[in-house]
């Protein structure tokens, strides 16, 4: 807000043309000049509330840029932190993810191994099925073979 100066002069003169004595006109602008003077801030008030408000801007402008570092530091060991949380749990999980591949690769193994074996028992089982047959009519032929000889020495 800028405030004018009273131009005391005029303000006389502009009383003296309204009618007022002299002495009340000189009084009453001296008056007004006296409680404008009173109310005006001077260019010193100005100046110390400019550098109050300066180093006051300076104070706050380091407290921030304190806050501003010591957030950043916090962030950053923070951010270690959890950097190296993160890879030990990777290492880990890689570790791990290791062992279960071996172990499938070792299971896969042996299923082939399984498989190979099941086929084999399949053609053994086969084999034997082959030779029970053969036994089968085998024994037929001895039985029958004996049951002549039997009655044929029972009747001679």
Known sequence: MTLAMMNTHKAFKALQLAGVSDQ?????????????QDNALSRADLMKVGEET??????????????????DDRLSKAIKELDHR???????????LFAVETRLNAMEKDIGEL???????????????????????????????????AVKYIFS
């Open 24 to 36: 009340q006109a000189e009084a009453m602008v001296e008056i007004f000049t006296e409680m404008q």
């Open 86 to 96: 993160l890879s030990g749990a990777i290492q880990e999980l890689n570790t791990r």
């Open 54 to 71: 300066t180093r006051r801007i300076k104070e706050l402008d380091l407290r921030l840029s304190a806050a501003i570092k010591e957030l």
């Open 115 to 149: 498989k190979a074996d099941v086929k084999q028992l399949k053609a053994d089982v086969s084999a034997l099925k082959t030779d029970m047959r053969w036994i089968k009519r085998l024994l037929m032929i001895m039985a029958t073979t004996m049951v002549i000889a």
